[in-house]
């Protein structure tokens, strides 16, 4: 029996019936010629799949059940987010996944496969499995790649139970932190974030706040020692935030060093290596490790056509469309892409109404829409059980906050915003968001543009 088949045993509800149809499609459709091809069905590629289906019905001119076609091989989608509150006891990873058959509507097409190869100049793509597919339009929405293998020791670590060593970034290791934060009884606790592009920079610190507050309330707070390893120059991208967050760090006594990238794990000798911006090194002894390990682009995208020199969907930051004009028919959003904000669901949700204008006004007009992308961004930064800082901003770091009229400077923790991050986000995401149906600060409103 195939994935998808088992996925859809699975599922029960309204949609078990339109799952079994679309997995019975997926397997035996020959159409190999679609309006719009969709690379990824992670956030971006599920909303802007919806989105743009929905905005071709409110313009009267709908597409036909098939016309949208998303691409991706998964069993399962994750709501990434969550992993983070995994860690911090507030949920099982099971409540932040979905079988990925589940969520296509009937008039969405679900190929279970993935992309080989591109080829704009025929406007087309190969499967890894051979097959050609051809598009009037592409969105590339495919996420990035996680190096697990950029810091030597660290897949055999995270294998490895006894080894005090976890990471929010991946489902099969989120409920490890929250085993080895609650395991912990006194020694060195270390947290890392590398250098570079990583998806949600504010998670790595995330996760140490909630092991601080978490050691605080059991009275273990002064048999622990909290360092973070950051491989950034500082605390966060936002000047504002980060000289709170710094300052919160020295309130609360935890120690720092910045510019310093894990290179090696020694689990056998609870010993972890940093490489300092000179180049030189330095160990550290560690009782657990929370690793954000390094991140990059995947490598069906680096190299190909559409790509940047970096490996990124190389498209313009306000319009969302390729820079190149051969391949005005190509849009990308996300992690994939080459913009320059931080790689966030929340950024998503902004990306998307953007890209979706824009893709329904080249595919009608041959032109793009008035619609721009200012860069908006979010990390929800999660700072204790009860309290999170909700950082908003744009291109150029600039911070863009959309409840400071009302409740006052965003850099103050507060409660609400811990239940934003905690209860409304999952339901929005779950509910509103992958179907399309949540537009980023305008909510359940799609934006009007002039």
Same mark, same amino acid.
């Given at each position: 029996?195939?994935?998808?088949?088992?996925?859809?045993?699975?599922?029960?509800?309204?949609?078990?019936?339109?799952?079994?149809?679309?997995?019975?499609?997926?397997?035996?459709?020959?159409?190999? @010629?679609?309006?719009?091809?969709?690379?990824?069905?992670?956030?971006?590629?599920?909303?802007?799949?919806?989105?743009?289906?929905?905005?071709?019905?409110?313009?009267?001119?709908?597409?036909?059940?098939?016309?949208?076609?998303?691409?991706?091989?998964?069993?399962?989608?994750?709501?990434?987010?969550?992993?983070?509150?995994?860690?911090?006891?507030?949920?099982?990873?099971?409540?932040?996944?979905?079988?990925?058959?589940?969520?296509?509507?009937?008039?969405?097409?679900?190929?279970?496969?993935?992309?080989?190869?591109?080829?704009?100049?025929?406007?087309?793509?190969?499967?890894?499995?051979?097959?050609?597919?051809?598009?009037?339009?592409?969105?590339?929405?495919?996420?990035?790649?996680?190096?697990?293998?950029?810091?030597?020791?660290?897949?055999?670590?995270?294998?490895?139970?006894?080894?005090?060593?976890?990471?929010?970034?991946?489902?099969?290791?989120?409920?490890?932190?929250?085993?080895?934060?609650?395991?912990?009884?006194?020694?060195?606790?270390?947290?890392?974030?590398?250098?570079?592009?990583?998806?949600?920079?504010?998670?790595?610190?995330?996760?140490?706040?909630?092991?601080?507050?978490?050691?605080?309330?059991?009275?273990?707070?002064?048999?622990?020692?909290?360092?973070?390893?950051?491989?950034?120059?500082?605390?966060?991208?936002?000047?504002?935030?980060?000289?709170?967050?710094?300052?919160?760090?020295?309130?609360?006594?935890?120690?720092?060093?910045?510019?310093?990238?894990?290179?090696?794990?020694?689990?056998?000798?609870?010993?972890?290596?940093?490489?300092?911006?000179?180049?030189?090194?330095?160990?550290?002894?560690?009782?657990?490790?929370?690793?954000?390990?390094?991140?990059?682009?995947?490598?069906?995208?680096?190299?190909?056509?559409?790509?940047?020199?970096?490996?990124?969907?190389?498209?313009?930051?306000?319009?969302?469309?390729?820079?190149?004009?051969?391949?005005?028919?190509?849009?990308?959003?996300?992690?994939?892409?080459?913009?320059?904000?931080?790689?966030?669901?929340?950024?998503?949700?902004?990306?998307?109404?953007?890209?979706?204008?824009?893709?329904?006004?080249?595919?009608?007009?041959? @032109?793009?829409?008035?619609?721009?992308?200012?860069?908006?961004?979010?990390?929800?930064?999660?700072?204790?059980?009860?309290?999170?800082?909700?950082?908003?901003?744009?291109?150029?770091?600039?911070?863009?906050?959309?409840?400071?009229?009302?409740?006052?400077?965003?850099?103050?923790?507060?409660?609400?915003?811990?239940?934003?991050?905690?209860?409304?986000?999952?339901?929005?995401?779950?509910?509103?968001?992958?179907?399309?149906?949540?537009?980023?600060?305008?909510?359940?409103?799609?934006?009007?543009?002039?």
């Amino acid at each position: 029996m195939s994935n998808m088949l088992l996925a859809c045993r699975r599922v029960t509800g309204p949609r078990a019936r339109q799952t079994v149809a679309l997995a019975r499609y997926a397997s035996t459709s020959t159409k190999e @010629k679609f309006r719009v091809l969709v690379i990824g069905a992670g956030s971006g590629g599920l909303t802007v799949a919806n989105q743009i289906y929905n905005r071709f019905k409110a313009a009267g001119k709908p597409l036909n059940a098939g016309d949208v076609v998303v691409l991706d091989a998964a069993d399962y989608h994750y709501y990434q987010p969550g992993w983070t509150l995994v860690g911090a006891g507030l949920g099982s990873k099971t409540d932040f996944r979905r079988p990925l058959a589940s969520l296509f509507p009937p008039h969405i097409t679900h190929i279970a496969e993935n992309v080989k190869s591109f080829y704009p100049e025929s406007s087309s793509v190969t499967t890894t499995s051979g097959r050609t597919i051809s598009y009037d339009s592409l969105v590339v929405a495919a996420g990035l790649k996680i190096n697990w293998d950029g810091i030597a020791g660290l897949p055999q670590a995270l294998a490895d139970p006894s080894s005090g060593v976890s990471s929010i970034y991946s489902y099969d290791t989120c409920s490890k932190v929250q085993h080895d934060i609650d395991a912990l009884r006194s020694g060195n606790a270390i947290f890392t974030q590398p250098a570079g592009i990583i998806k949600c920079p504010g998670a790595p610190q995330k996760i140490m706040w909630m092991a601080w507050d978490r050691y605080q309330k059991s009275g273990r707070g002064n048999n622990i020692k909290i360092d973070f390893m950051n491989g950034m120059p500082s605390m966060f991208s936002v000047k504002k935030y980060s000289d709170a967050l710094n300052a919160l760090r020295i309130e609360r006594g935890i120690g720092a060093e910045f510019q310093h990238n894990l290179v090696s794990i020694d689990v056998a000798n609870r010993k972890a290596t940093f490489k300092k911006d000179d180049g030189s090194t330095t160990d550290r002894d560690f009782t657990l490790l929370h690793v954000t390990p390094p991140m990059g682009p995947l490598d069906f995208i680096k190299g190909s056509p559409i790509a940047d020199s970096a490996g990124w969907v190389e498209v313009d930051q306000a319009t969302l469309r390729h820079v190149k004009p051969e391949f005005g028919n190509i849009f990308a959003l996300g992690d994939c892409s080459s913009l320059p904000t931080s790689k966030t669901i929340a950024a998503i949700t902004s990306q998307a109404p953007i890209l979706t204008e824009n893709l329904f006004s080249v595919m009608d007009t041959g @032109k793009v829409s008035s619609a721009k992308y200012d860069g908006y961004t979010s990390c929800p930064l999660l700072t204790g059980y009860g309290e999170l800082m909700l950082t908003e901003f744009m291109y150029g770091f600039v911070p863009k906050e959309s409840f400071a009229n009302y409740l006052g400077d965003q850099t103050k923790r507060r409660r609400i915003f811990y239940h934003f991050k905690k209860d409304l986000f999952p339901w929005v995401y779950w509910s509103r968001m992958v179907d399309g149906k949540w537009f980023g600060p305008s909510g359940p409103f799609r934006p009007k543009f002039v």
